[in-house]
């Protein structure tokens, strides 16, 4: 029995996350075409008609653009709380009635031998929140889109196998680059995005005993690096007293390739 996933896609152009156990197979949203979205299936090996259901974390283009076709498709339960659905719908397009599902901040639903709790976060969206999967004593947790990394949700994740978690931008390049200012002081304000050194220090607070890999996500194409996320991350952490590589390793995501298919 075993807790397995890949981060299909992540990063400004699209998002999408695949959790399976042996009973239970769930996509985390689907922020590609759907066309896009078999393809990244098909290289990880897994069957998108095998699927058990989709959550949303929220409404944003980047995280709900495939999320109403796959639905269809593969005639799939979609799962969001009561606000997000009301800003998502009509970008999802037409679904029946035994396909939308109602998932709140801060419940806990099992799904066969799968427990999914979600969290609220602060982020510029109707009602944003993630998700941490529970299975056999392991736990997974996502974590982007956050303006900032409250306690309360330090406190749900702490002590994670497995954290998938944002690490948006780099200061420098995001102040010195091509971005209007009105979209940076968003990017930088507490309803945007966390940056690599936030989340570094953040990380360093809920790293745990049992963490023993930790994924950096949803970074900007304009305004950071997979090499830079690594190396501030990497140095803040071990400035605290982590280092990287010993108990636990840092992992890229990307917003065109899935990571490999991997056990929590």
């Given at each position: 029995?075993?807790?397995?996933?890949?981060?299909?896609?992540?990063?400004s152009t699209?998002?999408?996350?695949?959790?399976?156990?042996?009973?239970?197979?769930l996509l985390?949203?689907?922020?590609?075409?759907?066309?896009?979205m078999?393809e990244?299936f098909q290289?990880i090996?897994?069957?998108p008609?095998?699927?058990?259901?989709?959550?949303?974390?929220?409404?944003?283009?980047?995280?709900?653009?495939g999320?109403?076709?796959?639905?269809r498709?593969?005639n799939?339960?979609?799962?969001?709380?009561?606000?997000?659905?009301q800003?998502?719908?009509?970008?999802?397009g037409?679904?029946t009635t035994?396909?939308?599902?109602?998932?709140?901040?801060g419940?806990v639903k099992t799904?066969?031998?799968?427990e999914?709790?979600?969290?609220?976060?602060?982020h510029?969206?109707?009602?944003?929140?993630?998700?941490?999967?529970?299975h056999?004593?392991?736990?997974?947790?996502?974590a982007?889109d956050?303006?900032?990394?409250?306690e309360?949700?330090k406190k749900?994740i702490e002590?994670?196998?497995?954290l998938?978690?944002e690490?948006?931008h780099?200061?420098?390049?995001?102040?010195m680059?091509?971005?209007?200012?009105?979209v940076k002081?968003?990017?930088?304000s507490?309803?945007g995005?966390?940056?690599?050194?936030d989340?570094?220090?953040?990380?360093?607070?809920?790293i745990?005993?049992?963490?023993?890999?930790?994924y950096?996500?949803?970074?900007s194409?304009d305004n950071?690096?997979?090499?830079?996320?690594?190396l501030?991350?990497?140095?803040?952490?071990q400035e605290?007293g982590l280092?990287?590589?010993?108990?636990?390793r840092?992992y890229?995501?990307d917003?065109?390739?899935p990571?490999p298919l991997a056990?929590v």
């Amino acid at each position: 029995m075993s807790l397995r996933f890949s981060v299909l896609a992540s990063g400004s152009t699209g998002n999408a996350l695949y959790v399976e156990t042996d009973k239970q197979k769930l996509l985390v949203d689907a922020g590609l075409s759907g066309k896009k979205m078999d393809e990244l299936f098909q290289k990880i090996d897994c069957d998108p008609s095998q699927l058990n259901g989709i959550l949303v974390t929220h409404e944003h283009s980047d995280h709900i653009k495939g999320v109403g076709i796959i639905a269809r498709k593969y005639n799939l339960p979609i799962y969001a709380n009561a606000k997000t659905w009301q800003a998502m719908e009509k970008a999802l397009g037409t679904l029946t009635t035994d396909q939308r599902f109602h998932f709140e901040i801060g419940e806990v639903k099992t799904f066969a031998d799968l427990e999914v709790e979600s969290f609220g976060v602060s982020h510029d969206a109707a009602e944003p929140m993630f998700y941490v999967f529970h299975h056999d004593g392991k736990k997974l947790v996502l974590a982007t889109d956050m303006g900032y990394v409250s306690e309360r949700i330090k406190k749900t994740i702490e002590n994670a196998d497995t954290l998938i978690f944002e690490a948006n931008h780099d200061l420098n390049m995001l102040r010195m680059g091509r971005y209007p200012w009105n979209v940076k002081r968003r990017i930088l304000s507490d309803v945007g995005h966390v940056s690599n050194e936030d989340a570094a220090y953040a990380l360093a607070e809920v790293i745990g005993d049992r963490t023993e890999r930790i994924y950096l996500a949803h970074l900007s194409l304009d305004n950071n690096m997979k090499e830079l996320a690594r190396l501030t991350v990497e140095q803040v952490l071990q400035e605290q007293g982590l280092a990287v590589g010993e108990r636990f390793r840092l992992y890229d995501t990307d917003p065109y390739k899935p990571t490999p298919l991997a056990v929590v």
